[in-house]
């Protein structure tokens, strides 16, 4: 048994359909059959926001597998870079695939991994020569750059802020502070790590009562920190921050590593999140868009920290021959004006959902850069009734922190579909404010897959 449900046979996504194109209430009955039949085989660990199945996309539309079309405006968790099926992306699949699939670079010398390394020393937020550890993801990263900190300073303490999100694995999800589930259960964790709060306030608690009552600071190895808080909430730091932070590591030794997994590759219209206050990192951490969806994580640092020696560390899949090549594209495309369009539809967007909430008192705040925006709600439960309303109605957003919902679609958004995601946005706030409970016994009740399989 290998599909419960069979796929409408492929076709353009668009065939000028407009996007959204709603023709059957969601989730439609193939997506109904479709969870109860995942259900039965995946991990129940998967945190599934809602019940999108889709089958293809082009550009910001996401086809579902009973044919709606949605506008989408997650883009995969800020993966889908560049959209969905974009031509240069596809060529340069199929023209690797002809070439090499696999050869592994922690074992021997391939040369796209070499030519990737390269291209990211040349656009890294780091003046210094660098180099780069390519894996396959983001929280693979983030391990290697714990390893590298301890390995270099001979420090053991790694600080990370709360709200932050920073993977799953034992050493990222120790470091994540941004949901206590996301520990419960799995302890004793890394032993070493301490958080504080995110902002100058945090700071303020690492020097006044941290260096000074648990840990000195000469035994810090690393600080880790998302320039933009992601899953916290898109919590964008007061200006003073990350230079500040810069600063502390400069005095007390320890290395500052950027956690760009979400907030870079284009998406705040810079290459990178750190950019916007001028600040250089010793390490950053790098995924999600990096790659327009292919499996691509890397850890880029100043070449003088890379002390380590053959077999500290590698990766059998990591840096491989399709990713590399698809990370290449991403980059020429990102530099040839999709973080251009990032800043600018950010703008537009931005500017129409503060005019929204002067309408919408459920709105408390409009905040991001380019296309890492945040909504803040009232509360958790309007945000995800917004959330589940703008499902209904044919946006995908998604939300984050408390009482969040983020916006970070693909970097070839449109100004037509912005107007139309925020127009969206507002009938659905409408929508959750006139009548709140219900979507939320809607929102919660999908997951009951005996009740939705036949209805």
């Not at 590399?324 to 990102?334: K, P, R, S």
């Amino acid at each position: 048994m290998t599909e419960v449900v069979d796929r409408p046979a492929s076709a353009p996504v668009m065939a000028g359909r407009p996007v959204p194109d709603i023709r059957t209430p969601p989730p439609g009955p193939l997506a109904r059959r479709h969870v109860a039949f995942d259900h039965r085989f995946t991990s129940p660990s998967l945190p599934r926001a809602y019940p999108i199945v889709p089958i293809r996309g082009e550009g910001s539309a996401v086809e579902d597998i009973d044919g709606n079309l949605f506008l989408d405006f997650t883009a995969g968790i800020a993966v889908s870079a560049t959209g969905y099926n974009h031509p240069r992306v596809t060529a340069a699949i199929e023209r690797q695939a002809r070439e090499l699939i696999h050869f592994s670079a922690s074992d021997f010398y391939l040369p796209i991994y070499a030519q990737l390394a390269a291209e990211l020393d040349r656009i890294a937020p780091i003046s210094a020569p660098t180099r780069s550890m390519i894996g396959n993801s983001g929280t693979e990263v983030i391990e290697a750059a714990i390893k590298l900190a301890r390995f270099v300073t001979r420090r053991q303490y790694v600080v990370a802020f709360l709200g932050g999100f920073h993977g799953r694995s034992y050493g990222s999800v120790t470091l994540t502070a941004s949901k206590a589930k996301y520990h419960a259960g799995f302890g004793p964790l890394l032993p070493g790590v301490l958080h504080v709060p995110f902002g100058s306030g945090g700071l303020d608690e690492l020097e006044q009562r941290v260096f000074k009552r648990l840990v000195p600071a000469d035994e810090i190895a690393a600080i880790f920190v998302e320039p933009i808080q992601g899953e916290g909430g898109y919590v964008v730091p007061d200006d003073d921050f990350l230079p500040r932070l810069r600063r502390l590591c400069d005095d007390i030794g320890a290395l500052l590593v950027a956690d760009e997994i979400q907030s870079g590759a284009g998406r705040t219209g810079a290459m990178w999140a750190i950019e916007h206050w001028n600040v250089e990192p010793d390490l950053v951490c790098i995924a999600k868009g990096i790659a327009s969806g292919m499996p691509l994580g890397a850890m880029t640092g100043r070449a003088e920290l890379f002390t380590w020696q053959a077999g500290h560390h590698g990766s059998t899949f990591g840096g491989n021959p399709i990713s590399c090549a698809v990370a290449l594209e991403t980059i020429a495309l990102l530099e040839e004006g999709l973080m251009d369009n990032a800043r600018e539809r950010g703008e537009q967007a931005i500017a129409g959902l503060r005019r929204l909430a002067t309408s919408q008192a459920a709105i408390r705040d409009v905040r991001g850069k380019g296309l890492m925006i945040g909504i803040e709600f009232d509360s958790g439960e309007t945000a995800e009734a917004v959330q589940w309303a703008a499902f209904r109605r044919g946006l995908l957003v998604l939300e984050a922190g408390e009482n969040v919902v983020r916006l970070c679609p693909p970097l070839v958004v449109s100004a037509s579909e912005v107007d139309t995601a925020v127009a969206l946005l507002g009938e659905a706030v409408a929508d959750a404010q006139r009548d709140r409970a219900t979507l939320l016994d809607q929102a919660r009740r999908w997951m009951d897959v005996e009740d939705t399989v036949d209805g």
